[in-house]
């Protein structure tokens, strides 16, 4: 059956003020995310960059395009993807990673994308990211749990699947490059044939 598009409510209008965690002295414009609220599925990292607080566009730059690059090459279509951050603001030079305390300030409005949206699989781009949706469930790192597969309850039940954020490949060459694309097309894999048994079982109801 065809995904409905929804229409999405305006959060960006509701916090474009925001004050909740001290990330707002060091932005220029509040990130969002990029895609449409009918993507299938969700690709979360950990927080703007310098250039993509300049653009307000998540994942641009090096980054972005190696992500762009492996999703292509996984067989996958981008438009299939909305890409957003759990912290919307950038954390000033050097990119450093958001302290737990603005994790959980932004948070909320991660969730509540994720309550529009209602994507598919929810993939995680590294450490940040993953253990912010995962909280206690698994905090052995990214190294050990990408391409494995969490069910969450909240906000609606989603699959959340980690993967590697695509700066650590770039810092690996391209040698983990692979990994990320069978995780994804894993990943992928196993969902379209849940949908598929359920649509059998259904049509066997039926007979
Ligand atoms: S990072 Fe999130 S919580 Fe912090 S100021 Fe920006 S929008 Fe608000």
Known sequence: MARQHRRPVL????????????????RTTIVMGEGDYSARYMLVG??????????????????????RKLIKQAGL??????????CKCWPGEGNR???????????PYLIHQINQIKPEIIFTLGNTAT???????????????????????????????????????????????????EDLKFAVGIIEGEKNKKKEIYEDLLK
């Open 77 to 86: 279509n981008i438009n299939d993807f909305y890409i957003v951050n759990v």
């Open 131 to 181: 253990l912010a949706l995962l909280g206690n469930r698994d905090t052995r790192g990214i190294t050990k749990i990408h391409g494995q597969r969490y069910n969450i309850g909240f906000p609606v039940q989603s699959v959340v699947i980690p993967l590697y954020h695509p700066s650590y490949l770039i810092r690996n060459g391209e040698s983990l490059d692979h990994i990320f694309i």
């Open 97 to 107: 990673t958001p302290t737990k305390s603005e994790i959980e300030a932004c948070l």
């Open 46 to 67: 950990e927080a703007p960059g310098k250039e993509e607080n300049k653009q307000n566009r998540p994942f641009v730059g090096d980054a972005g395009q190696r992500l």
């Open 11 to 26: 959060l960006e209008e509701r916090i474009k003020d925001c004050k909740k965690c001290s990330l707002y002295k060091t």
